[in-house]
């Protein structure tokens, strides 16, 4: 009998051909068909700047993809679920020539990234036609912070329907916080989770038969567009784990049994140690960089999604009735059961035991915002509103285009109060530049952290600092439960030079 090491079986199984072969060679007892995929989708084309450029071709499509042994059709960037992933430094310049061969318009987002949010960077407000193409250009910066970032399409309106259908990938950037030698030492992955829901003919569930007021949530869950992978922590080491949450609406509360996690980041921004977190909830389009030791018994371990309540329109507390069309019913309105009941997103083993490696101490030293020359304050609710119907709102306004809802001045420091007076959770997201959360319910916040989304949950006000650092020009906050974006909960906000 032939045996393969690891390498040669992630290099056969990123051949796609040598997968039934090398399962039949090793036999179902040592090698699950899970496994093969994992390997190869861990081998998902990465693509890193090379002398100071990332330039690539992205291309958004519908098409077949083979989701845990069931054909789906999915919108993809370059065939891929989740997305390929994008490696930069500080510094580099980014060119991504991009194609759109969807049925519908689209853009594209680069979320957490500082940014200009003009011109042919991270403008939502580009509309890419289909058949179009458009590229992308832009520097990092070099003061950005080295991190875990995303892409995701940003067309007002399509959003949560894209990104629902998988659109969404990984943007890393390398840097500072790599170089800590524990760091840099720890075995390190990617968990990208997104939920799908697609019928018998492997077709999405379209918007209509989805409950687009609580936010569409998908009854399949997938870490890297697989159910339940497995990934490896060496003995007496440490495990890096990059976690985008890319849901649409879903929220995670991540138990690993057994193993707190470390966590070292937040939405891809250094925190000044690492924490020590039994669990990890990460609301619609946050990342967190957590850390696993190795010092347990060797074994198997189950990551679990922990039922989260995120509140409901069933006890409708909004300024309105329910109404319109598709809120209701359907299979995306999910059985109790889903919410209470934990679920298996993966399955962490130990693998053969390395060096004893510590936790770093040192990540960053975050300094305090400068007390700030404006307190606004945000409102978020639903309800009815003239000609619209039922939709999401802030400060009783629904989005619309063609307004600036807010206006600031580059360079300031201002707080931002948001309080949610409504009866679900919303994950708050601005664009462009990071605040740090000052207080919930008047308790100042003791931990210091750079954010870009923030969750605010129901009767909670949650007071952030943010300073509109480098780039004027017109960008967006929302809520990042992507249909109550699409239904009106966003807002634009103007920074002026
Ligand atoms: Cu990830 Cu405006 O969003
Ligand atoms: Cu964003
Ligand atoms: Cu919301």
Excluded at 79 to 102: C, M, S, Y
Excluded at 170 to 185: A, C, M, N, Q, S
Aim: neutral net charge; proline residues 5%.
């Amino acid at each position: 009998m032939v045996k393969l090491n690891r390498r040669q079986f992630i290099f056969l199984g990123a051949a796609g051909a040598g997968i039934t072969l090398v399962g039949n060679w090793l036999g179902k007892k040592t090698i699950s068909s899970q496994s093969l995929l994992q390997s190869s989708a861990n081998l998902a084309p990465i693509h890193q700047s090379r002398d100071g450029l990332l330039e690539l071709d992205l291309e958004a499509r519908e098409r077949p993809i083979n989701l845990s042994g069931r054909q789906a059709y999915l919108l993809t960037y370059n065939g891929q679920i989740p997305a390929p992933r994008l490696e930069a430094k500080p510094g580099d310049k980014v060119r991504i020539h991009f194609t759109n061969n969807l049925s519908q318009p689209t853009n594209l987002h680069y979320h957490g990234l500082h940014i200009p949010p003009t011109g042919n960077a991270d403008n939502v407000f580009l509309r890419i036609n289909p058949g179009e193409k458009f590229t992308y250009e832009f520097e990092i910066a070099k003061n950005q912070a080295a991190g875990t970032f995303w892409y995701h399409p940003h067309l007002h309106g399509l959003v949560a329907e894209q990104l629902f259908g998988g659109l969404a990938g990984l943007f890393i950037v390398r840097g500072g916080l790599d170089e800590i030698p524990e760091i840099k030492t720890a075995k390190e992955e990617f968990l990208v989770l997104q939920d799908f829901s697609i019928d018998e003919r492997g077709r999405l569930l379209s918007s209509m038969h989805m409950s687009l007021m609580m936010g569409r949530e998908g009854d399949l869950i997938t870490v890297n567009g697989q159910v339940n992978p497995s990934f490896s922590l060496p003995a007496k080491g440490l495990l890096r784990l990059r976690i985008l949450n890319a849901s649409t609406s879903r929220f995670y509360r991540l138990a690993l049994e057994n193993h707190p996690f470390y966590q070292i980041a937040t939405d891809g921004n250094a925190l000044n140690e690492p924490i020590e977190v039994r669990e990890l909830l990460l609301t619609p389009g946050q990342q967190a960089d957590v850390l696993v030791k190795g010092d347990r018994q060797p074994g198997q371990y189950r990551l679990l999604n922990l039922p989260y309540d995120r509140g409901s329109m069933g006890m409708m507390g909004g300024r309105g009735m329910m109404g319109g069309r598709g809120m209701m019913g359907g299979r995306g309105m999910m059985g109790r059961n889903d919410r209470d009941v934990p679920r298996v997103l993966a399955t962490v083993n130990y693998e053969s035991a390395v060096e004893p490696l510590s936790l770093p101490t040192k990540l960053a030293s975050i300094s305090g915002l400068p007390e700030p020359v404006t307190v606004r304050r945000f409102e978020l609710n639903h309800g009815m509103t003239p000609g619209v119907g039922m939709a999401f709102l802030i400060n009783n306004e629904p989005y619309r285009g063609d307004l600036i809802h807010t206006q600031v001045k580059l360079n300031t420091v201002e707080d931002w109060e948001l309080t949610n007076t409504g009866v679900m959770d919303h994950p708050f997201h601005i664009h462009v530049n990071s605040f740090q959360v000052i207080s919930r319910n008047g308790q100042r916040e003791l931990l210091p952290a750079w954010r870009d989304t923030v969750l605010v949950r129901r009767g909670e006000t949650v007071r952030i600092r943010i300073q509109f650092r480098d780039f004027a020009g017109k960008t967006v906050y929302h809520c990042h439960i992507l249909d109550h974006e699409d239904l009106g909960m966003m807002g634009n906000l103007e920074i002026q030079a």
